[in-house]
């Protein structure tokens, strides 16, 4: 199943740094990420309501790895709720690799190395066609090894001497 952040498709015209809120509405009936509406028929609401804490938590993580223009243009691929929550963070000052950046996760999350893992490529694979090759390109130059195969893609840039 698809988290339903992919459903939404509405952006704020303001840039999303500029936009502050929680990214519950609190209302019932609406999911994180989306109208549960967006989302009749393709899952029971604790799925829905799994798969918003799965995308909230990747985004989060996302959002302590990724730094200057490359963070703004991600921003701006991602639908607003989906923005806020990559843009709650500050970036961290010491990058993690792929894997550290799964066990991160699972640390913070409290669940295993492996749930992690799966959120973690579910999210980015959607991610990653939102952003576009060209973006995720630029994004994964940045990044340090190992999050090519997170985004679904190979990891084709040779290892640097240490």
């Not at 989060?60 to 223009?69: F, M, P, S, V, Y």
């Not at 940045?142 to 893609?153: I, K, Q, V």
């Amino acid at each position: 199943m698809a988290p339903s952040f992919l459903l939404s498709s509405s952006r704020p015209e303001a840039a999303p740094e500029t936009v502050h809120g929680n990214l519950g509405s609190g209302q019932s009936g609406s999911g994180v990420f989306g109208p549960e509406g967006a989302t009749k028929g393709r899952g029971s609401r604790a799925v829905i309501e799994r798969a918003d804490e799965a995308v909230r938590n990747v985004l989060t993580a996302l959002g302590r790895q990724i730094t200057g223009d490359e963070r703004v243009d991600l921003a701006r691929c991602l639908p607003v709720e989906a923005a806020l929550a990559f843009t709650a963070q500050i970036p961290a000052t010491e990058p993690l690799t792929g894997w550290g950046f799964v066990k991160d996760i699972a640390t913070r999350t409290g669940t295993t190395p492996a749930v992690a893992r799966w959120d973690t490529g579910a999210v980015l694979n959607v991610v990653a066609r939102l952003t576009g090759p060209d973006l995720l390109d630029r994004i994964l130059h940045r990044l340090p090894e190992g999050y090519a195969l997170l985004f679904g893609r190979a990891e084709l840039r040779p290892r640097q001497a240490a």
